[in-house]
């Protein structure tokens, strides 16, 4: 099933204040994570969620992803038996940037270049830390309006 943003506003009710407390904060990234697990998004969605994920927490979504043998790219909707949770192999490869490092995770190359170049314009703030998440949905000078996704 693909998540749009439409179903996205019905996780985030509750969370739409200026500042979440540390507790507020951990509960809408879990959230976010067990949404995306095992079911893929569009592309607004996921230039939207640049607003509310960290490069650990997204991290976190490839790791379960992988886990029920999806392909990492949360736009992806493939699943197959390659893609799985190797950690010390993919450790070892990642340190050594091995070539078939992205097989075991993602579907193809070119979804694990998106992935990374989507993951490197996140923040490294936790959650808790940032300001003005009320902010309207894509208006003016709102965090997801930077972000880039090579659809």
């Known amino acids: 099933m693909t998540i749009g943003i439409e ?29 995306l697990m095992k079911d893929n998004c569009t592309v607004e969605l996921l230039k939207l969620l640049s607003r509310y994920l960290s490069k650990s927490a997204y991290e976190n979504i490839i790791e379960e992803r992988i886990i029920g043998h999806w392909c990492g790219y949360p736009i992806c909707n ?33 979804h694990y270049l998106k992935s990374e170049f989507y993951r490197r314009q996140l923040s490294e703030d936790a959650l808790f830390m940032r300001i003005e998440l009320d902010k309207q949905w894509f ?12 659809e």
């Not at 739409?16 to 067990?34: D, H, M, Q, V, W």
């Open 78 to 110: 493939i699943q197959n038996d390659k893609i799985r949770d190797e950690v010390k192999f993919n450790k070892i490869a990642e340190k050594f940037a091995l070539k078939s490092y992205y097989s075991t995770r993602y579907c193809c190359k070119d």
């Open 139 to 150: 208006s003016e000078g709102s965090i997801e309006n930077d972000i880039r996704v090579l």
């Open 7 to 35: 179903d996205f506003k019905k996780l985030i009710q509750g969370f739409e204040k200026p500042l979440l407390t540390p507790k507020e904060a951990n509960g809408l990234t879990y959230s976010i994570i067990e949404l």
